[in-house]
């Protein structure tokens, strides 16, 4: 029998039992359907998930800091020098020496200190992060209230929701105010020990800490904290640009390192450093680089993997919920074509009497199997991005009650619906292998004599 032949023949049969064909096709399209719609929202969850980590810089970002580190208890942790190199200081040297790296786009400090803020002649206990103009294409700063820093020198400050609550509970009303930052000022000493400052200071081995004031404007409110837990911004409450904390000159935690290192008190030194390669990939080569220089380097790439490996195992598992609706679909069409089989038994005794071979006859029903599952494929497809679409639509419309920001919660890539169409037509063609082998082998003398 010619293809075309069958072809028209397979799509007669489907039109004359067009009703039960058509709730098969659809039972087909439901189960496409479902599974569609549950690996777009896992691929959705990936794709969101990893677009927002590459933006806040924390797959391209190392954590520089020194080998000589203070653990619990004030105890210095020492790791093994080779013999005759001495550990090395984290200063402004070494920080330029690190930006000459290959594949290294930026390294800044983490200036970040505990200090006191005045607003409306009331003081305020909090952190102080310095955040560098780079951050501002985090992703941490959208949907913000107010702006970003005018300037990388700015005298502004961007506070933190939680603490601009504390301040006010109109936290609109913060944005174009003023507060005074109060901090203590690490200043060098003098040859006759005398601050070079004119303030009374407390002298501290070859450094003074002089109190100090500074005025920023307020502009703006974040939601979010940039970087938590990562690059030293965890638990910051008030944001200011990071040139402007470097002029500063804040007291912080590693001074007392270099008391008892006896560092020269106008040498600049950093508790760590973050380090930008040019892309994820260049992010080994550059932490050896950085270990080779006599530092402590640190990034995410293992945890980024137990993340790829976490949306794996939970697009397997969607995957599978999925595949369950689209199995009890094969039933109905395992159910239709044995029902027409009983229906169209003298057909196939005249098709076999004609000539019409055994391959024949299965062709035929695995063609209407075929066609079925191809429909049900593209209804499926179509109701699944419908429903993924529905679903993003819903929950962004919580999102805005919540005045938070909108989100892409599902997405339909290509490979997914080659593979949905693809699955749709297998599986309807596995469910017609036993209606099709049943048809083959009828009698074609019982067949005509069947009524």
């Known amino acids: 029998m010619k293809a075309r032949d069958l072809t028209d023949l397979a799509l007669r049969n489907l039109r004359e039992a067009l009703f039960r064909n058509a709730l098969t096709t659809l039972g087909v399209a439901v189960g496409v359907a479902s599974l569609v719609a549950m690996l777009s929202l896992g691929v959705g969850l990936q794709e969101l998930a990893s677009k927002r980590l590459s933006q806040s810089g924390l797959f391209d970002t190392i954590l520089v800091s020194p080998k000589n580190s203070f653990r619990g208890g004030g105890r210095p942790q020492r790791e093994e020098q080779q013999p005759g190199k001495p550990v090395r200081v984290l200063d402004e040297d070494a920080r330029k020496e690190i930006e000459k790296l290959p594949n290294v786009i930026e390294v800044y400090p983490q200036i970040r200190f505990f200090t006191e803020v005045r607003f409306n002649n009331k003081p305020f206990a909090t952190v102080v992060a310095g955040m560098p103009e ?44 003023e507060l005074v930052l109060r901090y203590a000022e690490r200043q060098a000493l003098q040859a006759n020990g005398a601050s070079s400052a004119d303030h009374t200071a407390e002298s501290s081995g070859g450094f003074s800490v002089v109190p100090k004031e500074l005025r920023l404007k307020i502009i703006g409110v974040v939601e979010t904290e940039p970087a938590a ?147 049900g494929g593209i209804l499926g497809v179509t109701f699944g991005w419908l429903l993924g679409r529905a679903v993003t639509y819903g929950t962004n419309v919580y999102l805005h009650r919540q005045n938070l920001n909108s989100i892409e919660l599902s997405s339909v890539p290509w490979w997914l619906v080659v593979a949905a169409l693809g699955f749709a037509v297998l599986v309807s063609l596995v469910a017609g292998l036993y209606p099709a082998s049943r048809a083959a082998k009828l009698n074609p003398v019982d067949a005509l004599r069947y009524e």
């Open 229 to 375: 837990g990562y690059g030293g911004y965890g638990n910051a409450r008030l944001l200011i640009p990071l040139e402007t904390a470097a002029t500063l000159r804040a007291a912080q935690v590693n001074d007392l390192r270099d008391i008892v290192r006896d560092s020269a008190a106008n040498k600049t030194t950093y508790a760590s450093l973050s380090v930008r390669a040019k892309s994820p990939s260049q992010v080994e080569t550059v932490e050896a680089s950085i270990k080779n220089l006599g530092f402590n380097a640190f990034s995410l790439l293992d945890a980024s993997k137990s993340l790829r490996t976490f949306f794996s195992v939970f697009d397997s598992l969607l995957g599978i919920f999925g595949a369950l609706a689209l199995a009890v679909a094969t039933l109905g069409i395992v159910n239709t074509l044995v029902m027409s089989i009983l229906e169209r038994r003298r057909e196939i005794g005249v098709l076999k009497a004609l000539g019409a071979a055994d391959s024949d006859v299965q062709r035929l029903f695995f063609v209407e199997a075929g066609v079925m599952g191809l429909l």
């Open 134 to 177: 780079s951050s501002k294409n985090s992703g941490s700063f959208d949907g913000m209230k107010g702006h970003f820093f005018s300037s990388p020198a700015a005298d502004e400050g961007i506070l933190q929701i939680e603490f601009a609550k504390e301040l006010s509970e109109n936290t609109d009303s913060l944005i174009g105010q």
